[in-house]
């Protein structure tokens, strides 16, 4: 936070050992913690939701119920029908991002999603896994790919770079937005907080000036939230972009 | 088409960031002290760092797992119930609905049915009150037509009596009246004549 005149507005994404020796050991920081919370929170949600299995659900099973839906037609509306099979990762994956980015919202939380380790090893798992299919779908076709179809030949030796780059800066830029705005919204956060703490050592007319930033950390909230959200349904969704790709014939 | 252009958004947002993050890492790589002061992310000498993928990776497969294995066929067992329930629920009520239509469809048949049996029974009745009226009245006017031809027949036998004697009374009074304005006694041969003559005369 604020150190003397400073802020440090990056000290919050430090990753420390929970668990005393044991978490120093395991290398288990906050981050796969929030993970294990994440996940947890996913399961209980839908477990607890689905547990009346009524015909007629209430409050809790009609979320959950809605959340299945809204993946299921996600997937099977992007990739076809071949997304029912890629609806359970498309779920977790989405659900584990979702909740790991409202988690950070919380105060003395994590946003593990703002790690771009983290980021980069969900995305590139999302790059293998569109690899892997597409090799198994169209076989040595996947390559044909990277030469746009009625584009002059002459142009292969421009084309086809271009084209090997733009695939392969997929896993960057999947990440990195993710951990680009996971970022920005936590360091405007500890920015803000900052400056109320700064403006309120100024005296009384500090102290009133200090209330402003407060104002704009609760509007930076709801702008998280949107963002938070946002960005694992982008996420998702160029997954499953991906996916169609890859199942495409 | 929404969806297209969303599409198009997201691929022309993806290569915008595409190509500020493939600089991001090269400069976070050329400043190696600048990274580790700065950015706690790009310190990938902190052994945590790593191990936060390594962890990631085992609880996401695990959530996987549970999710595909249990969670999610969870609620697609309860939806495609309730899928299941709905489409049982509403085949019973269109079979209801076609047993009431059947039913509805009975009913005015019977009713059509009952319409025309009774105004079958109204025609017969009016039919049969006809012809009975029809025959009360053809027996009265044979009844009448028979009591006028008596009644013609007595006439005609008063008419020809009353004619029959006309002469004779003719006769007599003729007579009578010779006897009386003359006081001679026609004789009856010549009255009668006469008579007969002048009745002849008259068609009588």
């Not at chain 1, 299995?53 to 076809?80: H, K, S, W």
Request: aromatic share 8%; hydrophobic share 55%.
């Amino acid at each position: 936070m604020a150190a003397g005149s400073s802020i440090d507005a990056l000290g919050q994404f430090e990753l420390h050992p929970v668990l005393g020796a044991l978490g120093e050991s395991l290398r288990f920081s906050q981050s796969p913690m929030m993970m294990i919370v994440a996940a947890l929170l996913v399961l209980a949600f839908l477990y607890v939701g689905m547990r009346p299995a009524a015909v007629v659900p209430g409050r809790l099973q009609a979320a959950a119920e809605m959340c299945y839906d809204f993946i299921y037609n996600m997937a099977v509306d992007t990739i076809g029908v071949e997304g029912k099979a890629f609806f359970p990762f498309v779920f977790t994956l989405f659900f584990f991002i979702l909740a790991g980015n409202y988690l950070g919202l919380l105060p003395f939380s994590f946003a593990f999603t703002s790690h771009i380790a983290v980021t980069l090893a969900l995305a590139l798992m999302v790059f293998c896994l569109s690899i892997i299919v597409s090799l198994k779908v169209q076989g040595a076709k996947f390559f044909a790919h990277f030469m746009p179809a009625g584009a002059p030949k002459a142009l292969a030796p421009l084309l086809i770079p271009i084209e090997i780059l733009s695939f392969l800066s997929r896993p960057v830029s999947l990440s990195i937005r993710l951990f680009a705005n996971m970022v920005a919204g936590h360091v405007m956060f500890d920015m803000f907080a900052a400056f109320t703490i700064m403006l309120a050592g100024l005296g009384f007319f500090g102290e009133i000036i200090a209330v402003g930033p407060v104002v704009i950390n609760i509007a930076l909230m709801a702008l998280e939230l949107l963002v938070g959200a946002l960005q694992a349904y982008v996420f998702a969704i160029l997954t499953c972009i991906y996916l169609r790709e890859a199942v495409a014939h | 088409m929404a969806r297209a252009v969303m599409y198009n958004n997201i691929r022309r947002a993806k290569s915008f960031v595409a190509s500020s993050a493939l600089a991001l890492p090269l400069m976070a790589m050329a400043a190696p002290g600048a990274r580790a002061e700065g950015m706690p992310q790009l310190d990938f000498g902190n052994p945590y760092v790593i191990g936060q993928v390594i962890w990631g990776a085992g609880i996401f497969l695990v959530l996987y797992l549970l999710l595909s294995r249990s969670a999610l066929p969870r609620v697609e067992k309860v939806l495609s119930l309730r899928r299941q329930t709905i489409e049982t629920d509403l085949g019973i009520a269109h079979k209801a609905k076609t047993r009431a239509d059947e039913a509805v469809d009975d009913l005015h048949a019977a009713r059509r049915k009952a319409l025309a049996d009774a105004q079958a029974n109204v025609d017969k009745v009016v039919e049969e009150a006809r012809l009975a009226a029809a025959r009360q009245t053809e027996e009265m006017n044979a009844r009448l037509a028979a009591e006028i031809s008596d009644a013609e027949t007595r006439i005609a036998q008063a008419r020809t009596q009353a004619l029959a004697s006309v002469r004779e009374i003719s006769t007599n009074t003729a007579e009578t009246l010779i006897n009386q304005l003359s006081g001679i006694a026609a004789p009856a041969d010549y009255v009668t004549a006469k008579v007969g003559s002048a009745a002849a005369a008259r068609g009588l």
